[in-house]
Protein backbone atom coordinates (compact mmCIF):
# COMPACT_ATOMS: atom_id res chain seq x y z
CA UNK A 1 0.00 0.00 0.00
CA UNK A 2 1.22 3.03 -0.54
CA UNK A 3 1.58 5.95 1.67
CA UNK A 4 -1.96 7.76 1.95
CA UNK A 5 -2.27 11.83 0.71
CA UNK A 6 -2.35 12.83 4.36
CA UNK A 7 0.83 10.99 5.31
CA UNK A 8 2.65 12.55 2.21
CA UNK A 9 1.66 16.01 3.15
CA UNK A 10 2.87 15.12 7.19
CA UNK A 11 6.01 14.39 5.79
CA UNK A 12 6.67 16.81 2.90
CA UNK A 13 8.62 18.87 5.08
CA UNK A 14 11.16 16.02 5.85
CA UNK A 15 10.96 14.71 2.44
CA UNK A 16 12.03 18.19 0.80
CA UNK A 17 15.29 18.50 2.76
CA UNK A 18 16.08 15.08 2.47
CA UNK A 19 16.02 15.26 -1.30
CA UNK A 20 19.42 17.77 -0.89
CA UNK A 21 21.11 14.76 0.22
CA UNK A 22 21.08 14.35 3.81
CA UNK A 23 24.67 14.79 4.61
CA UNK A 24 24.18 18.59 3.00
CA UNK A 25 21.17 19.61 4.96
CA UNK A 26 22.52 22.87 6.32
CA UNK A 27 19.16 23.87 8.42
CA UNK A 28 17.64 21.10 10.64
CA UNK A 29 14.16 19.84 10.26
CA UNK A 30 11.78 21.59 11.98
CA UNK A 31 11.17 19.59 15.34
CA UNK A 32 8.25 17.05 14.39
CA UNK A 33 5.60 15.85 17.32
CA UNK A 34 7.06 13.82 19.88
CA UNK A 35 6.80 10.28 18.80
CA UNK A 36 4.95 9.43 21.56
CA UNK A 37 2.14 12.22 22.05
CA UNK A 38 1.28 10.82 19.03
CA UNK A 39 1.06 7.10 19.80
CA UNK A 40 -1.94 5.48 22.31
CA UNK A 41 0.36 2.47 23.26
CA UNK A 42 3.88 2.23 24.07
CA UNK A 43 6.68 3.11 21.37
CA UNK A 44 9.86 2.04 22.62
CA UNK A 45 13.74 2.18 21.64
CA UNK A 46 16.80 0.22 22.22
CA UNK A 47 19.84 2.05 23.95
CA UNK A 48 22.90 0.99 25.59
CA UNK A 49 24.67 2.61 28.58
CA UNK A 50 27.18 4.23 26.57
CA UNK A 51 24.77 6.31 24.60
CA UNK A 52 23.54 7.55 28.37
CA UNK A 53 26.13 9.58 28.00
CA UNK A 54 25.45 12.20 25.24
CA UNK A 55 23.05 14.95 26.19
CA UNK A 56 21.29 14.84 22.47
CA UNK A 57 20.32 11.40 23.19
CA UNK A 58 19.14 11.10 26.16
CA UNK A 59 17.34 13.98 24.82
CA UNK A 60 15.82 12.71 22.15
CA UNK A 61 15.00 9.27 23.82
CA UNK A 62 13.29 11.20 26.86
CA UNK A 63 10.94 13.23 24.41
CA UNK A 64 9.92 10.46 21.81
CA UNK A 65 10.03 6.98 23.39
CA UNK A 66 8.39 5.66 26.70
CA UNK A 67 9.31 2.14 26.46
CA UNK A 68 13.07 1.12 26.78
CA UNK A 69 14.81 -2.24 25.31
CA UNK A 70 18.56 -2.61 26.42
CA UNK A 71 20.21 -3.61 23.31
CA UNK A 72 22.34 -5.94 24.99
CA UNK A 73 22.73 -5.49 28.88
CA UNK A 74 20.04 -7.61 30.30
CA UNK A 75 21.31 -10.49 27.55
CA UNK A 76 23.35 -13.56 29.39
CA UNK A 77 26.36 -12.28 27.33
CA UNK A 78 26.72 -9.35 29.52
CA UNK A 79 24.96 -10.56 32.86
CA UNK A 80 26.28 -14.27 33.28
CA UNK A 81 30.05 -14.83 33.79
CA UNK A 82 31.62 -18.65 32.83
CA UNK A 83 31.40 -19.30 36.39
CA UNK A 84 27.86 -18.81 36.92
CA UNK A 85 28.35 -15.46 38.32
CA UNK A 86 25.85 -12.40 37.75
CA UNK A 87 27.03 -9.22 36.81
CA UNK A 88 24.19 -6.32 37.17
CA UNK A 89 25.52 -3.45 36.93
CA UNK A 90 24.56 -2.20 33.58
CA UNK A 91 21.52 -3.53 33.52
CA UNK A 92 20.83 -1.87 36.89
CA UNK A 93 22.31 1.43 34.98
CA UNK A 94 19.19 1.21 32.64
CA UNK A 95 17.23 0.19 34.72
CA UNK A 96 17.94 3.68 36.79
CA UNK A 97 17.22 5.78 33.88
CA UNK A 98 13.93 3.94 33.28
CA UNK A 99 12.97 4.71 36.68
CA UNK A 100 14.12 7.98 37.02
CA UNK A 101 12.79 9.01 33.62
CA UNK A 102 9.01 7.42 34.07
CA UNK A 103 10.27 4.88 31.61
CA UNK A 104 9.04 1.24 30.70
CA UNK A 105 11.90 -1.57 30.46
CA UNK A 106 11.50 -4.19 27.87
CA UNK A 107 13.93 -7.39 28.77
CA UNK A 108 15.72 -9.46 26.83
CA UNK A 109 16.39 -11.94 26.53
CA UNK A 110 16.36 -14.61 28.67
CA UNK A 111 16.60 -17.94 26.53
CA UNK A 112 18.68 -17.71 23.19
CA UNK A 113 20.11 -20.35 21.02
CA UNK A 114 23.01 -18.17 19.56
CA UNK A 115 24.10 -17.56 23.38
CA UNK A 116 25.60 -20.72 24.59
CA UNK A 117 27.13 -19.35 27.96
CA UNK A 118 29.88 -21.69 29.16
CA UNK A 119 28.09 -22.12 33.10
CA UNK A 120 25.30 -23.76 30.94
CA UNK A 121 27.15 -25.84 28.61
CA UNK A 122 29.48 -27.47 31.49
CA UNK A 123 25.85 -28.24 32.70
CA UNK A 124 24.09 -29.57 29.73
CA UNK A 125 24.68 -33.30 30.25
CA UNK A 126 22.91 -33.08 33.98
CA UNK A 127 19.61 -32.45 33.36
CA UNK A 128 18.64 -31.73 36.67
CA UNK A 129 21.41 -29.11 37.18
CA UNK A 130 20.96 -27.53 34.02
CA UNK A 131 17.04 -26.96 34.60
CA UNK A 132 17.65 -26.14 37.96
CA UNK A 133 20.10 -23.55 36.94
CA UNK A 134 18.02 -21.98 34.39
CA UNK A 135 15.32 -21.71 37.13
CA UNK A 136 17.69 -19.46 39.45
CA UNK A 137 18.87 -17.33 36.40
CA UNK A 138 15.93 -16.36 35.75
CA UNK A 139 14.14 -15.90 38.48
CA UNK A 140 17.22 -13.54 39.92
CA UNK A 141 17.02 -11.71 36.48
CA UNK A 142 13.53 -11.34 36.39
CA UNK A 143 13.17 -11.23 40.02
CA UNK A 144 15.38 -8.21 40.06
CA UNK A 145 13.68 -5.56 37.39
CA UNK A 146 9.86 -7.27 38.56
CA UNK A 147 7.61 -4.06 38.76
CA UNK A 148 9.71 -2.10 36.09
CA UNK A 149 9.88 -4.71 33.36
CA UNK A 150 6.23 -5.17 32.16
CA UNK A 151 7.57 -7.75 29.78
CA UNK A 152 10.62 -10.21 28.53
CA UNK A 153 11.79 -12.14 25.28
CA UNK A 154 11.66 -15.54 27.40
CA UNK A 155 12.77 -17.25 24.02
CA UNK A 156 14.56 -15.69 21.19
CA UNK A 157 14.49 -16.79 17.55
CA UNK A 158 13.62 -20.20 17.81
CA UNK A 159 12.55 -20.92 14.50
CA UNK A 160 15.38 -22.04 11.87
CA UNK A 161 17.17 -19.35 9.82
CA UNK A 162 15.42 -20.76 6.51
CA UNK A 163 12.22 -21.33 8.38
CA UNK A 164 11.98 -24.69 8.29
CA UNK A 165 12.01 -26.56 11.52
CA UNK A 166 13.65 -25.14 14.86
CA UNK A 167 17.04 -24.48 16.83
CA UNK A 168 17.54 -24.54 20.64
CA UNK A 169 21.38 -24.29 21.05
CA UNK A 170 22.60 -25.30 24.24
CA UNK A 171 18.78 -25.18 25.49
CA UNK A 172 17.56 -27.65 23.75
CA UNK A 173 21.01 -30.05 24.71
CA UNK A 174 20.43 -29.70 28.27
CA UNK A 175 16.73 -29.49 28.35
CA UNK A 176 15.33 -31.52 25.18
CA UNK A 177 12.77 -30.09 22.45
CA UNK A 178 10.37 -29.11 25.57
CA UNK A 179 13.09 -26.24 26.45
CA UNK A 180 11.09 -23.35 25.30
CA UNK A 181 7.78 -24.63 27.27
CA UNK A 182 9.97 -24.97 30.29
CA UNK A 183 11.83 -21.53 30.46
CA UNK A 184 7.84 -19.74 30.00
CA UNK A 185 7.17 -21.90 33.32
CA UNK A 186 10.19 -20.28 35.18
CA UNK A 187 9.13 -16.77 33.42
CA UNK A 188 6.36 -17.13 35.14
CA UNK A 189 7.61 -18.49 38.66
CA UNK A 190 9.61 -15.70 38.59
CA UNK A 191 7.39 -12.50 37.52
CA UNK A 192 3.84 -13.48 36.87
CA UNK A 193 2.84 -10.00 36.24
CA UNK A 194 4.85 -9.64 32.86
CA UNK A 195 4.06 -10.37 29.40
CA UNK A 196 5.90 -13.44 28.38
CA UNK A 197 7.49 -13.37 24.62
CA UNK A 198 8.35 -15.22 21.88
CA UNK A 199 9.60 -13.29 19.64
CA UNK A 200 11.39 -13.95 16.25
CA UNK A 201 12.45 -12.17 12.76
CA UNK A 202 12.07 -11.87 9.18
CA UNK A 203 8.62 -12.87 9.80
CA UNK A 204 7.59 -10.03 7.05
CA UNK A 205 10.12 -11.59 4.55
CA UNK A 206 9.94 -15.23 4.63
CA UNK A 207 6.26 -16.83 4.68
CA UNK A 208 7.63 -20.39 5.86
CA UNK A 209 8.94 -18.72 8.90
CA UNK A 210 6.30 -16.88 9.86
CA UNK A 211 4.41 -20.15 9.44
CA UNK A 212 7.10 -22.33 11.69
CA UNK A 213 6.39 -19.23 14.08
CA UNK A 214 3.01 -19.56 14.41
CA UNK A 215 3.28 -23.58 15.05
CA UNK A 216 5.33 -22.95 17.97
CA UNK A 217 3.47 -20.38 19.18
CA UNK A 218 0.02 -22.71 18.65
CA UNK A 219 1.60 -26.13 20.05
CA UNK A 220 3.43 -23.98 23.23
CA UNK A 221 -0.47 -22.82 24.09
CA UNK A 222 -1.52 -26.38 23.50
CA UNK A 223 0.80 -27.65 25.90
CA UNK A 224 -0.40 -24.67 28.76
CA UNK A 225 3.12 -22.35 28.52
CA UNK A 226 2.35 -19.10 29.78
CA UNK A 227 3.33 -17.98 26.43
CA UNK A 228 1.35 -14.25 26.79
CA UNK A 229 3.08 -11.73 24.05
CA UNK A 230 4.33 -12.49 20.51
CA UNK A 231 7.06 -10.18 19.31
CA UNK A 232 8.14 -9.48 15.13
CA UNK A 233 11.61 -8.01 15.55
CA UNK A 234 11.12 -6.39 12.16
CA UNK A 235 14.64 -5.87 11.14
CA UNK A 236 13.62 -4.94 7.39
CA UNK A 237 15.08 -2.80 4.34
CA UNK A 238 13.86 -1.14 1.42
CA UNK A 239 13.35 -3.74 -0.89
CA UNK A 240 10.56 -4.89 0.70
CA UNK A 241 7.49 -5.04 -1.60
CA UNK A 242 4.45 -2.87 -0.80
CA UNK A 243 1.69 -4.48 1.39
CA UNK A 244 4.71 -6.81 3.35
CA UNK A 245 5.72 -4.82 6.38
CA UNK A 246 1.97 -5.65 7.86
CA UNK A 247 2.07 -9.11 7.27
CA UNK A 248 3.63 -10.62 10.19
CA UNK A 249 1.38 -8.69 12.60
CA UNK A 250 -2.01 -8.98 10.35
CA UNK A 251 -1.28 -12.77 10.71
CA UNK A 252 -0.16 -13.13 14.49
CA UNK A 253 -3.36 -10.80 15.35
CA UNK A 254 -5.53 -14.01 15.07
CA UNK A 255 -3.70 -15.15 18.48
CA UNK A 256 -5.51 -12.18 20.34
CA UNK A 257 -2.30 -11.69 22.39
CA UNK A 258 -0.19 -8.73 23.28
CA UNK A 259 2.26 -8.40 19.65
CA UNK A 260 5.41 -6.40 20.03
CA UNK A 261 7.17 -4.64 16.89
CA UNK A 262 10.28 -5.26 18.88
CA UNK A 263 13.45 -4.00 16.99
CA UNK A 264 12.37 -2.25 13.96
CA UNK A 265 15.24 -1.22 11.37
CA UNK A 266 14.66 -0.43 7.88
CA UNK A 267 17.93 -0.99 6.50
CA UNK A 268 18.79 1.52 3.06
CA UNK A 269 21.63 -0.04 1.49
CA UNK A 270 19.92 -3.54 0.82
CA UNK A 271 18.05 -4.76 -2.29
CA UNK A 272 19.83 -5.46 -4.93
CA UNK A 273 17.92 -3.11 -7.25
CA UNK A 274 19.64 1.27 -7.36
CA UNK A 275 17.13 3.59 -6.11
CA UNK A 276 19.16 6.44 -7.05
CA UNK A 277 20.36 8.39 -4.83
CA UNK A 278 19.19 9.20 -1.09
CA UNK A 279 16.18 10.91 -1.16
CA UNK A 280 14.52 8.14 -3.18
CA UNK A 281 15.66 5.63 0.13
CA UNK A 282 14.31 7.33 2.57
CA UNK A 283 11.16 7.40 0.19
CA UNK A 284 10.96 3.70 0.24
CA UNK A 285 11.65 3.70 3.97
CA UNK A 286 9.34 5.96 4.99
CA UNK A 287 6.53 4.13 2.99
CA UNK A 288 7.25 0.78 4.79
CA UNK A 289 7.99 2.31 8.29
CA UNK A 290 4.34 4.08 7.06
CA UNK A 291 2.93 0.63 6.04
CA UNK A 292 3.88 -1.19 9.65
CA UNK A 293 3.25 1.76 11.76
CA UNK A 294 -0.19 1.20 10.30
CA UNK A 295 -0.67 -2.56 10.60
CA UNK A 296 0.29 -2.23 14.27
CA UNK A 297 -1.86 1.14 15.28
CA UNK A 298 -5.07 -0.31 13.93
CA UNK A 299 -4.85 -3.61 16.36
CA UNK A 300 -6.55 -3.87 19.19
CA UNK A 301 -5.92 -1.91 22.20
CA UNK A 302 -5.51 -4.69 24.40
CA UNK A 303 -3.39 -6.19 21.54
CA UNK A 304 -0.68 -2.87 21.07
CA UNK A 305 2.01 -4.15 23.75
CA UNK A 306 4.78 -1.45 21.80
CA UNK A 307 5.90 -0.51 19.15
CA UNK A 308 10.23 -0.26 19.20
CA UNK A 309 12.86 0.91 17.23
CA UNK A 310 16.46 -0.77 17.33
CA UNK A 311 18.29 2.33 18.25
CA UNK A 312 17.43 6.36 18.03
CA UNK A 313 19.81 7.97 15.41
CA UNK A 314 21.17 6.73 12.02
CA UNK A 315 24.49 6.42 13.67
CA UNK A 316 23.68 4.21 16.68
CA UNK A 317 22.44 1.11 14.57
CA UNK A 318 23.75 -2.19 14.76
CA UNK A 319 23.76 -2.10 11.58
CA UNK A 320 26.75 0.98 10.45
CA UNK A 321 28.98 -1.89 12.08
CA UNK A 322 29.75 -5.34 12.55
CA UNK A 323 30.54 -8.26 9.66
CA UNK A 324 27.40 -7.44 7.53
CA UNK A 325 27.12 -3.56 8.42
CA UNK A 326 27.30 -0.67 6.09
CA UNK A 327 29.39 2.57 7.11
CA UNK A 328 26.22 4.62 4.91
CA UNK A 329 23.15 2.30 5.92
CA UNK A 330 20.43 4.72 7.52
CA UNK A 331 18.05 2.50 9.05
CA UNK A 332 16.60 4.38 11.88
CA UNK A 333 14.39 7.51 12.32
CA UNK A 334 16.80 10.33 13.40
CA UNK A 335 19.77 10.79 11.19
CA UNK A 336 23.47 11.10 12.36
CA UNK A 337 22.78 14.76 14.04
CA UNK A 338 19.86 13.76 15.44
CA UNK A 339 16.86 15.54 12.85
CA UNK A 340 14.12 13.76 12.32
CA UNK A 341 13.44 11.94 8.95
CA UNK A 342 10.81 11.10 6.52
CA UNK A 343 10.11 7.80 8.34
CA UNK A 344 9.18 9.23 11.66
CA UNK A 345 6.84 11.53 9.95
CA UNK A 346 5.42 8.54 7.75
CA UNK A 347 5.24 6.30 11.41
CA UNK A 348 3.23 9.57 12.50
CA UNK A 349 0.81 9.89 10.16
CA UNK A 350 -0.20 6.27 10.83
CA UNK A 351 -0.56 6.95 14.21
CA UNK A 352 -2.34 9.67 14.22
CA UNK A 353 -4.79 8.17 11.64
CA UNK A 354 -5.70 5.19 13.35
CA UNK A 355 -6.94 7.09 16.41
O1 LIG B 1 22.00 -4.74 18.33
C1 LIG B 1 22.51 -5.74 19.19
C2 LIG B 1 24.02 -5.68 19.23
O2 LIG B 1 24.44 -4.45 19.77
C3 LIG B 1 24.56 -6.85 20.05
O3 LIG B 1 25.97 -6.86 19.97
C4 LIG B 1 24.00 -8.16 19.51
C5 LIG B 1 24.43 -9.35 20.35
O4 LIG B 1 23.94 -9.24 21.66
O5 LIG B 1 22.59 -8.14 19.50
C6 LIG B 1 22.05 -7.10 18.71
O6 LIG B 1 20.65 -7.14 18.80
C7 LIG B 1 20.03 -8.26 18.21
C8 LIG B 1 18.85 -8.64 19.07
O7 LIG B 1 19.23 -8.89 20.39
C9 LIG B 1 18.15 -9.85 18.49
N1 LIG B 1 17.76 -9.62 17.11
C10 LIG B 1 18.81 -9.16 16.24
C11 LIG B 1 19.49 -7.92 16.81
C12 LIG B 1 20.56 -7.41 15.85
O8 LIG B 1 21.57 -8.36 15.70
Do not use: K
Given at each position: MRPSRRALIAAAPALALAACGHRDVAQPL??????KATARFPVGTSLMT????EPQFVGLVRSNFSQITPEWEMKMER??????SLHFEAADQIAGFCRDNGLRLHG???????QDPPAFEALKDNRAAFEAKLREYIGAVMGRYKGLA??????????AENGDGYRGGVWAAGLGDDYARLAFEMAREADPGAVLFLNDYNLEQMPAKLNSFQRLAERLLKA?????GLGTQ??????LAKGEAGVAIKALARFGLPIHVSELDIST?????SLGGDASRLEAQARIAGEIAEAFAVLPAHQRYAFTVWGVRDKDSWLRGGKSGHPDDQPLLFDDDGRPKPALSAIEAAFARAK
Open positions: PPARPLGELQILGADGTTLVWYSRGWDVVNEAVGAPLTSHLDISVGGDF
